[in-house]
C-alpha cells in the first residue's frame, strides 16, 4: 500500500545518536499516529495528531520527540535512546481523531545498539 | 474499550474458508467490531469493520452474533499470502481521542 509511507524502513543507531523517522500520507487525513512494537508485545500507542496538534501523549520518554509540521508529514525525533527502545515503529493515519478507520505504513524497523 | 478474547494460533488448508473467531462478552452499544491484520514485520491492514449487521467487503466477511458477543471473520478462500496475525478490536467512536487497543491476535498459517 502507498497511501501511508514510513522511512527509513531500517534503521540502526547508537545510543548517542541522533535521528528522525518520517512518515507522509498521501490519503488526504487530519490525524497521524506514532505506534510502538516490541517484539512479542502488542501495538503501543505513543502519540497521536490531529490537525497537527498534538491531541495524546501516552507517558512516552522524552527521548521520543514527535514533531507534525502539516497534516501529511509526521516525524519521530529519537535522542539518547536505550537498547530496548529498539522495536518497529508505525505511523498511521485516519480522516480523524474521533474514530475513524486507522491506515497503516509498512514500520520503521529500529535496533538501538 | 472492550476486551476481545481470540485463540493464539489456527491452521488453514489453502483454498479453504478461514473462519477466525474473536469473543467480545463485555462490547457495549456503540462499540464497533474492526479486524486488522499483520504480516511478519509489516504494518496492519485494515480487513473490515461493523457494528450489528454482517458485513462484507472484497477482502473478507464479518459475522455479528445477535447479542454482540462474538464475531468471526472469514476469509471465504485463503491464500498463503494470508498467512498473518488477525486482530479483532473494538472501539468507539467519540470526540476525545481515538485509540486502538490491539491484543495479541489469532496467528493463522495457511499451508498448501
Known amino acids: 500500500e502507498t497511501g501511508v509511507t514510513q522511512t527509513p524502513r531500517h534503521l540502526v543507531m547508537g545510543m548517542t545518536n541522533k535521528k528522525s523517522l518520517k512518515c507522509e500520507q498521501h490519503?488526504?487525513?487530519?490525524?497521524m499516529y506514532w505506534y510502538k512494537q516490541s517484539a512479542k508485545k502488542p501495538l503501543e500507542l505513543m502519540f497521536v495528531y490531529s490537525l497537527e496538534e498534538r491531541v495524546e501523549n501516552n507517558s512516552v520518554p522524552s527521548r521520543f520527540s514527535p514533531e507534525c509540521p502539516n497534516s501529511s508529514h509526521l516525524f519521530l525525533h529519537l535522542h539518547t535512546l536505550q537498547p530496548e527502545d529498539s522495536a518497529l515503529y508505525l505511523c498511521?493515519?485516519?480522516?480523524?481523531?474521533?474514530?475513524?478507520?486507522?491506515?497503516f505504513g509498512p514500520g520503521t524497523r529500529l535496533l538501538v545498539l | 474499550d472492550a476486551k476481545t478474547t481470540q485463540p493464539p494460533s489456527m491452521d488453514c488448508a489453502e483454498g479453504r474458508a478461514a473462519n477466525l473467531p474473536c469473543n467480545h462478552s463485555?462490547?457495549?452499544?456503540?462499540?464497533?467490531v474492526y479486524w486488522y491484520r499483520q504480516i511478519h514485520s509489516q504494518g496492519p491492514q485494515y480487513i473490515i469493520h461493523?457494528?450489528?449487521n454482517n458485513e462484507t467487503n472484497e477482502m473478507a466477511s464479518l459475522i455479528i452474533t445477535e447479542d454482540r458477543k462474538s464475531s468471526t471473520l472469514i476469509l471465504p478462500h485463503a491464500t498463503l499470502r494470508d498467512t498473518a496475525v488477525y486482530y479483532c478490536i473494538v472501539r468507539a467512536y467519540s470526540y476525545n481521542t481515538d485509540k486502538l487497543i490491539f491484543g495479541t491476535g489469532t496467528r493463522l498459517q495457511v499451508f498448501p
Open positions: 490519503l488526504g487525513h487530519n490525524a
Open positions: 463485555t462490547i457495549s452499544g456503540n462499540e464497533y
Open positions: 498511521a493515519s485516519s480522516q480523524d481523531a474521533q474514530g475513524k478507520t486507522q491506515y
Open positions: 461493523g457494528l450489528k
